[in-house]
């Protein structure tokens, strides 16, 4: 059993993206060392460890802030846009009625409406920030959901209507199902995209103090020319992506390796 489980430990898909990250780590020292470059202009890796390291608490204390509007906005992008796909699978009318102003409301820029949407809730920054994350991370799990519901084996289809199921025992029994591989790559999308709406709605917000996120903190660095503090809090925005995609595609893996071609492990 050891011996089996050893070779997806050191498999390629995790072996190679590590050795591709410490040759671009080391390209990056040398380079830095070579030109002698001030850390105001770029800072080397050791140098953003060491920061990393002194500036720990405040900067994960930010970190955390961001994570939670991340998280909310998450959740309710999830339950929103799964809702919002059974209602248009469910007719085509509402589908053709509405499904434009989703697209619309993807299309908007968010930098262009976070100051309104903060404006709107000024009593309530949290909430604020919500708002925006959750407009960024909504379009991609309806899109994708609505697409799944829709692309039901038809002969299955024809089969639940020779039986007279009704149309919540079709959605529940074959439409969904059918569609949960689409809503979990939804998921996989949504979770970047409600962080980077997260940090942007953030840099508009302009919050500080002790409640303030990790956008803030990278905002005053860059304007306090303290470009290593800067590049610290850069490495734990995109570490904290990487970990929220590599969540949500485990959680994928989970469900869909018993009975769909993308999960299921392929013997050779």
């Known amino acids: 059993m050891l011996f089996k489980r050893r070779p997806k430990l050191l498999s390629l898909e995790i072996v190679a993206p590590v050795l591709v990250g ?4 080391l390209l990056w020292d040398i ?6 470059l001030p850390p105001y202009i770029l800072p080397g890796p050791i140098l953003v460890l060491q920061t990393l390291i002194s500036d720990w608490n405040e900067l994960f204390s930010s970190l955390l802030i961001t994570l939670q ?26 589908e053709r009625s509405f499904f434009p102003y989703a697209v619309i409301l993807q299309t908007t820029p968010i930098v ?38 829709n692309s039901v084996d038809r002969n299955l289809l024809n089969l639940f209507q020779l ?25 996989k999308i949504s979770g970047g995209l409600a962080l980077i709406g997260a940090v942007v709605a953030e840099f508009v917000a302009g919050t500080g103090g002790e409640k303030s996120g990790i956008a803030y903190r990278i905002l005053i ?7 290593p503090r800067m590049f610290a809090a850069l490495f734990l925005t995109t570490g904290l992506g990487v970990l929220i995609f590599v969540s949500l595609s485990a959680l994928s893996d989970f469900i869909l390796r018993k009975w769909h071609e ?5 013997e050779d």
Not at 22 to 25: D, R
Not at 117 to 143: D, E, G, H, R, Y
């Open 22 to 25: 410490i040759f671009a780590l």
């Open 31 to 36: 380079f830095v060392r070579i030109t002698q």
């Open 69 to 94: 509007i991340t998280v909310v906005a998450f959740v309710a992008a999830a339950i929103s846009g799964l809702i919002i796909a059974i209602l248009f699978a469910q007719s085509k009318w509402i």
């Open 112 to 149: 262009a409406i976070a100051p309104l949407i903060i404006l709107w809730f000024k009593n309530n920054t949290f909430a604020a920030l919500v708002v925006c994350a959750w407009i960024v991370a909504f379009f991609p799990i309806v899109s994708n959901t609505t697409l799944g519901l």
């Open 163 to 187: 039986y007279k199921a009704s149309r919540w025992q079709t959605l529940l029994y074959l439409r969904l199902p059918s569609a949960m591989p689409y809503f979990l790559g939804g998921l």
């Open 221 to 227: 660095s860059s304007y306090n020319l303290q470009i």
């Open 262 to 266: 993308s999960a299921v492990e392929q």
